[in-house]
């Protein structure tokens, strides 16, 4: 039985800053990439947040004809709303979803949404005619004139995965490594996340190799056998130095910067827009791709990297037709709204209530049958349909 991603879609903020303005406005000297450049990041305005996003890339593949055969819902996330309540039950009512679907919130750091798919994979081969829904949605922060903060972004993924899909056959083998480190983490009294860039960039290359060596010996595939490559994507001009160091390791013949360029630029093109999103960022690359490239057919190679860390390689045949399931147009990046740095610094510093009041908020953005966050009071999130 095949089974994998029968629909995929991506939600973004309706605001982006762009890193040349923060270059300029931080008296940065401007930095200087040898092909891919980071251009933009995507902001959340304070009446979007994880739920929203989710709700919003969510809906667009979830119709009358498959919510009543969905049976779990996973949603993936590092920037969590509640220390008890899983987010995905605000997505639970939102879409009328069946009572008898399950709701879980995953998480361990980037990898989340990697380990939720093959979960997701495993359920439905042994749940017949049953779906799930994965949701993958984060806000990467860091603190103002850091090192990390050019790195920060906004968005959701949103995956249905059933028998037969429509969009990848996930296949049976993958490489796996997990270790106890800290290179990437967020205390529980922290609003943003602490990170020694150095070390995780090492350790992200370090594992990867680990992880390519397993699959490599579970699948006796190797790297001719894989057409296309997806990363999880911090920032998209590592993953261009990431993809040469790595493919040049194992590979006899070194491949050149231009054939580099080549083989990542279709996969990061909606990364150097968006920004970091944590869980949704390697299916972002994944959607770039798959609107970019516009294969045929063939196999994509994965890594995910979660610091702290778990990492996984695994592949995925592409399906015929997979167009028609992929939803996200690049109008909503042409679309949004240029923030000044100084307004950007606005968002970045608003605080929501911790002492039980009420907070009724504008709404920042306004589109048709979107979900926004409205007020907070008692503690509690409030959430309307525009």
């Not at 699948?219 to 920032?235: E, M, Q």
Request: hydrophobic residues 35%; positive net charge.
């Amino acid at each position: 039985m095949k089974t994998g991603i029968d629909s995929i879609s991506l939600h973004i903020p309706n605001y982006f800053l762009s890193l040349e303005d923060l270059e300029k406005y931080r008296s940065n000297k401007k930095a200087v990439y040898d092909g891919i450049v980071q251009k933009h990041m995507s902001i959340c305005p304070p009446d979007q947040d994880i739920v929203t996003m989710a709700y919003n890339a969510a809906a667009k593949i979830v119709d009358k004809e498959n919510k009543s055969s969905i049976k779990l819902l996973l949603f993936c996330t590092e920037t969590g709303l509640d220390f008890a309540k899983a987010a995905g039950l605000y997505i639970h009512e939102f879409l009328k979803l069946p009572n008898d679907c399950r709701v879980l919130e995953l998480k361990q750091a980037c990898y989340s949404a990697v380990g939720a798919l093959q979960l997701a994979k495993d359920f439905v081969s042994s749940h017949k005619d049953s779906k799930v829904l994965i949701i993958a949605s984060d806000v990467a922060k860091y603190k103002l004139n850091s090192s990390g903060e050019k790195t920060q972004g906004a968005g959701a993924v949103a995956m249905i995965v059933s028998e037969n899909p429509k969009v990848l056959e996930i296949e049976d083998y993958s490489g796996v490594y997990s270790k106890n480190i800290m290179d990437f983490w967020r205390p529980n009294y922290l609003e943003h996340a602490l990170v020694s860039p150095s070390y995780s960039v090492k350790s992200y290359i370090d594992v990867l190799e680990k992880c390519w060596k397993q699959y490599k010996k579970n699948s006796s595939l190797d790297l001719k056998d894989i057409d296309y490559f997806c990363y999880h994507t911090p920032f998209a001009p590592m993953i261009q130095r990431v993809h040469k160091v790595f493919t040049n390791a194992i590979n006899k013949q070194k491949l050149n910067c231009e054939q580099i360029l080549e083989q990542t630029k279709d996969s990061l093109r909606y990364n150097c827009e968006i920004g970091n999103c944590y869980t949704a960022s390697m299916f972002i690359s994944f959607i770039s791709l798959l609107q970019n490239s516009k294969p045929k057919k063939g196999r994509v190679g994965f890594f995910s990297y979660g610091s702290g860390c778990v990492a996984e390689y695994f592949s995925g045949i592409i399906q015929d037709g997979f167009l028609d399931f992929v939803k996200f147009s690049e109008d909503n990046i042409e679309k949004r709204i240029k923030l000044t740095p100084q307004k950007y610094e606005e968002f970045y510093n608003f605080k929501y209530p911790q002492d039980g009041s009420e907070l009724v908020l504008p709404v920042y953005s306004e589109r048709a049958g979107e979900l926004r966050l409205s007020r907070i009071a008692n503690h509690k999130r409030h959430y309307i349909l525009s």
